[in-house]
């Protein structure tokens, strides 16, 4: 059997940093070490020099829109590639849309399955949409360096060994989780283990015991571009549940995001909302986001919304594929929603 392709890619934020944290030193080096996480089945690609691009935010952030849209789009058309991962998320992608044809996807004999989140929340949304890939919300695996340092500050701290610095912890623990992320990527791509599930609880409306839902959405503030755009009707909320997180903002310009989509009608459309997590630095904004979607919302009818801190600029983070409907099951006071790992499948 041939190996199946596993592209690594950086198209917002660029990875240099994690190189470091995980003592690479090099995207090559990186490479070789997934290489050796996914095993002889995958040939591990990526372009070096977009995974090490300069960042300058006073001059436009990233001067490599042509070479980052060229990079996915060869991707896309080769029947070779199996997975998509983003190696991170960060800035400066969503304007690189515009320059990807998509319809490649439609097209394809194979399914490919594309793995990442915030920043990249509307290529996850539009990639899902297609008939010949698979988009799945999850962190990149850079986002570890920040989830595990925010999780041990915020909620791990009796996890800490004495004299065991919050730094110390986050080093101790980066290549295995590392690995472990990458290797799930590899179990749903080959439809082993349980699959992922999501558990939620309701904070808002009622449901019934069992229900099928399907989502789309992601990081707020990105996924607000494609509202009114040639790419809407991927994040179409008839008959969907909407994703939403966000971090690192204040609540008042969560609300001023919020009413592009009050004004675009999506919550007249929506079957429910599932809030991830919200915070800015260590402050927990959850409530807060509650508080300020109420007065959104429509008042002719009861939106059930979900909340779970799974979903997010977190750790852990659980996997979320889009436009594919997922079992959610009560089991006492939260609900379990499940995906089997052959909806996943993309080998």
Not at 3 to 27: E, K, T, V, W, Y
Not at 97 to 107: N, P, Q, T
Not at 221 to 229: D, N, Y
Request: glycine fraction near 8%; include cysteine; hydrophobic fraction near 45%.
């Amino acid at each position: 059997m041939a190996r199946r392709r596993f592209h690594l890619i950086a198209p917002a934020g660029p990875a240099q940093s994690f190189f470091a944290a995980l003592r690479l030193g090099s995207a090559g080096a990186f490479i070789e070490y997934v290489q050796h996480i996914v095993g002889a089945d995958y040939k591990v690609t990526a372009d070096v020099t977009l995974l090490e691009a300069h960042e300058d935010a006073m001059h436009g952030g990233r001067t490599d829109d042509v070479a980052r849209a060229a990079d996915l789009q060869d991707a896309f058309a080769d029947p070779a590639t199996a997975a998509i991962v983003a190696v991170r998320g960060g800035a400066w992608f969503a304007r690189t849309l515009h320059r990807i044809d998509f319809s490649v996807l439609d097209r394809r004999a194979s399914k490919l399955a594309l793995f990442g989140f915030s920043e990249l929340t509307p290529l996850i949304n539009i990639v899902a949409a297609s008939r010949g890939a698979i988009g799945v919300y999850d962190m990149g695996p850079a986002f570890l360096t920040y989830g595990l340092r925010h999780f041990i500050l915020t909620r791990g701290q009796d996890q800490l060994a004495p004299d065991q610095t919050p730094e110390q912890w986050v080093e101790s623990r980066l290549h295995d989780d590392c690995a472990a992320y990458f290797r799930q990527v590899v179990e749903l791509l080959e439809s082993r283990g349980e699959g992922v599930t999501l558990s939620a609880r309701c904070v808002a409306g009622s449901l019934p015991d069992s229900f099928e839902a399907t989502f789309v959405g992601g990081n707020l503030t990105v996924l607000s571009t494609l509202v009114g755009s040639k790419f809407e009707s991927a994040i179409d909320p008839m008959g969907r549940w909407i994703l939403l997180e966000d971090f690192n903002d204040k609540p008042e310009r969560f609300d001023r995001f919020l009413a592009h989509f009050t004004l675009a009608g999506y919550w007249d459309r929506c079957e429910g909302i599932l809030l991830g997590d919200f915070h800015n630095a260590h402050v927990d904004l959850n409530a807060a986001m509650l508080g300020i979607l109420r007065f959104h919302l429509p008042s002719e009818r009861t939106i059930p919304i979900l909340f779970s801190k799974q979903v997010g600029h977190i750790w852990p983070m659980t996997a979320v594929p889009f436009h594919i409907s997922g079992a959610a099951r009560r089991q006492g006071d939260h609900y379990a929603i499940y995906w089997h790992s052959s909806l996943f499948a993309a080998v």
